[in-house]
């Protein structure tokens, strides 16, 4: 089996072989020994507990295919596709694709799944489809509570405004009327973002 190694982060290890990417959870020198077993473990089994969820969702993210929380591995379906963050670099029609990224981030929130990294890094424009695919769940958790789905949409609008700010904020303003429309509950966790973003803002002074 040749795997190459596709990317490296924080957190874990990506590599592709042929049809599939294999995550490796990397190990902490920094953190005790013991602590960092158990983390690693809760972090892939929640993961892989996630993609199942989505899978039953009918949500488009990799498919799961396997894990194991001894190896702290994850086995799933590869993306054939462009990021998204290189898809609006290059200048093309935003809207529709800002739009579709509201409606499914409401359909997580609706679900209860908060992402947790909401970046257009961690968003594909499927080859086959053209429609987005969203990627990487390692920081995603189940929550139900208002303030984590104001701080996930609170940290894409920073996302947002950081690497596409030549499309910001009209950009940002599309991705909330796909999530209003996606998302019945969208009132409350808007006027709880309002609040976050006001956090975040009085930090800076």
Do not use: C
């Not at 959870?25 to 158990?38: G, I, T």
């Not at 968003?123 to 086959?128: A, L, P, Y």
């Amino acid at each position: 089996m040749t795997m190459n190694q596709i990317a490296q982060g924080a957190e874990a290890i990506l590599f592709r072989d042929r049809g599939t990417i294999i995550k490796e959870r990397l190990s902490k020198a920094y953190r005790l020994p013991q602590l960092d077993e158990s983390l690693r473990k809760f972090r892939t089994r929640r993961e892989a507990k996630v993609l199942e969820r989505l899978e039953e969702m009918q949500f488009p993210a990799p498919r799961l295919q396997d894990f194991s929380d001894q190896r702290m591995s994850i086995v799933m379906d590869f993306v054939p596709g462009e990021k998204l963050r290189d898809v609006l670099e290059r200048g093309d029609e935003f809207q529709n694709l800002a739009f579709e990224m509201g409606e499914k981030i409401g359909k997580l929130h609706a679900h209860h799944l908060v992402h947790g990294d909401l970046t257009t890094s961690n968003m594909m424009v499927e080859t086959n489809t053209g429609f987005l695919k969203f990627i990487d769940f390692g920081l995603s958790s189940f929550s139900e509570k208002i303030e984590d789905k104001a701080v996930d949409l609170f940290l894409l609008d920073r996302a947002l405004e950081s690497k596409h700010y030549q499309l910001y904020p009209k950009i940002f303003e599309k991705v909330l009327e796909g999530y209003e429309k996606a998302y019945p509950d969208a009132v409350k966790v808007l006027g709880r973002f309002e609040q976050v973003r006001g956090r975040g803002r009085n930090k800076k002074k």
